[in-house]
């Protein structure tokens, strides 16, 4: 059986595998294979040429045994239940790893919204939250940016939220503006969270960070801050790419500069004095470090071998597939995975969510500083496991994660 795998198949294997390597009964797999709730809607919104659209919007609520559910909407093409269900998995281990009390969630509405206009972007996301409203709150689920939705989505839901309980909710939603209680560093914390997966992994592994070659695969959110945090390491960013394709030097990228005229063009491709170069090419270059940033499915066991890089951090929720892990393994390329490496976005949304609880805003110095004590305890914990049971990093950072649920669980016990 290979690269058959869909998103959930792959999450109830490594489910099973936790499950069997720390000996937890089989109802415990039994519960944690399926989520507890999941909603399906149809949204109607009024386009802006007078014509009715109807997309299908989507909010699976995992497990919530350690806190409220907590995870991120995407809007994109043919999302799938199946996709949904299994990335609101990753995201009850991803919260048990980083030990932040919230249990996983995911939505999203099957979308392009490249063709979308912004007042129809605000409608849709507007009838979405109304439509699955009674299942969100501070205390019972909070929805969070992922891929093509961003502080401006967040401050829509939140206000939808709050305009239908008749007054102002922060705690409702995190990764919103600043302004409307946002925290500052949310923005920056997934991609600046793998790069420090990536300091503590190279430190463990003696590879130098001082003018490493870098490949980024996607240039958005976490893309472009993990580049960002890549470069203030003293690394060379030597490749990155976007959904039309990437642009590749040798000399290293000025990522700002990059993003200015992605802005312009809308793609990195074509920046002076670089290459352009497929998606598949920029995952095999010739690298120390390669950080998957865009989406699933993307190093598989078709082109697994071909990678050259030292290290693989994802960014991404799910980029490798499990043929490719174990081809990375055998190669030894040390991978660091996702419910570990992109921790930082949901933890510093934890911050947030504490922020507005009790009113309060704190420093970005603050915030740096417990992202790096949470994600420092989170990676150490993992490598305890990872050096005790001789496994790669995701079987470590899975028996962590679900072990930590399942515990829960256990102590909670079933009612009635
Ligand atoms: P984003 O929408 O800001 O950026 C996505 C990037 O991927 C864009 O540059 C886009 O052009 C590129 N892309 C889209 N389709 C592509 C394709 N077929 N090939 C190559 N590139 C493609 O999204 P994001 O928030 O940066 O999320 C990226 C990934 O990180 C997702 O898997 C998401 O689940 C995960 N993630 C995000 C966060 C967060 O805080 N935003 C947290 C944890 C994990």
Not at 1 to 29: F, N, R, W
Not at 36 to 64: A, C, E, P, Y
Not at 142 to 148: L, S
Not at 250 to 264: A, F, Q, R, T, Y
Request: with cysteine; aromatic share 6%.
């Amino acid at each position: 059986m290979a690269e058959e795998h869909t998103p959930l198949t792959v999450s109830l294997s490594q489910l099973k595998l936790a499950c069997k390597k720390l000996e937890l009964d089989s109802g415990i797999y039994k519960m944690l294979s399926l989520p507890k709730r999941s909603i399906s809607v149809s949204i109607d919104i009024r386009m802006d040429n007078g014509t009715v659209g109807v997309f299908n919007g989507l909010r699976v609520q995992h497990w919530d045994a350690r806190g409220p559910f907590k995870g991120g909407v995407r809007y994109y093409p043919n999302i799938t239940l199946d996709e949904v269900t299994a990335l609101a998995m990753l995201m009850t281990w991803k919260c048990a790893i980083a030990d932040i009390p919230f249990g996983g969630a995911k939505g999203g509405v099957c979308v392009d919204s490249k063709k979308m206009s912004k007042h129809e972007l605000e409608r849709l996301t507007r009838r979405y939250v109304s439509l699955i409203f009674e299942y969100l709150g501070p205390q019972r689920d909070i929805p969070a940016p992922d891929m093509y939705t961003d502080a401006q989505t967040m401050a829509w839901i939140m206000d939808t939220y709050s305009q239908l309980k008749g007054f102002i909710i922060p705690e409702s939603v995190t990764g919103k503006p600043v302004e409307v209680g946002g925290s500052w560093g949310r923005t920056e914390a997934t991609g600046k969270g793998v790069v420090f997966c990536v300091k503590q992994a190279a430190e463990n592994n003696g590879l130098k960070l001082k003018n490493a070659a870098v490949a980024i695969q996607g240039f958005g959110n976490v893309g472009y801050h993990a580049a960002e945090a890549a470069r203030e390491a003293g690394a060379k960013v030597v490749a990155v790419s976007d959904s039309t394709g990437g642009i590749y030097s040798l000399d290293g990228l000025n990522i700002p500069d990059v993003m200015s005229h992605k802005e312009k063009t809308q793609s990195v491709q074509g920046y002076q004095g670089t290459k352009n170069i497929t998606n598949e090419e920029l995952l095999e270059l010739p690298c120390d470090v390669l950080i998957p940033a865009a989406m699933e499915n993307q190093i598989t066991r078709k082109n697994a071998d071909k990678i050259k890089a030292k290290m693989v951090a994802e960014g991404a929720n799910g980029p490798t597939t499990p043929d490719a892990d174990k081809i990375l393994y055998e190669k030894e390329i040390c991978l660091i995975p996702d419910i570990l490496a992109n921790s930082g976005g949901v933890t510093v949304s934890y911050f947030e969510w504490v922020q507005n609880l009790t009113r309060e805003q704190w420093p970005l110095d603050l915030v740096n500083r417990k992202l790096e004590d949470k994600m420092s305890k989170a990676f150490n914990d993992v490598v305890a496991i990872v050096e005790k049971e001789e496994s790669d990093m995701r079987t470590g950072a899975l028996m962590l994660g679900v072990g930590r649920v399942a515990n829960a669980i256990k102590t909670l016990g079933l009612w009635p």
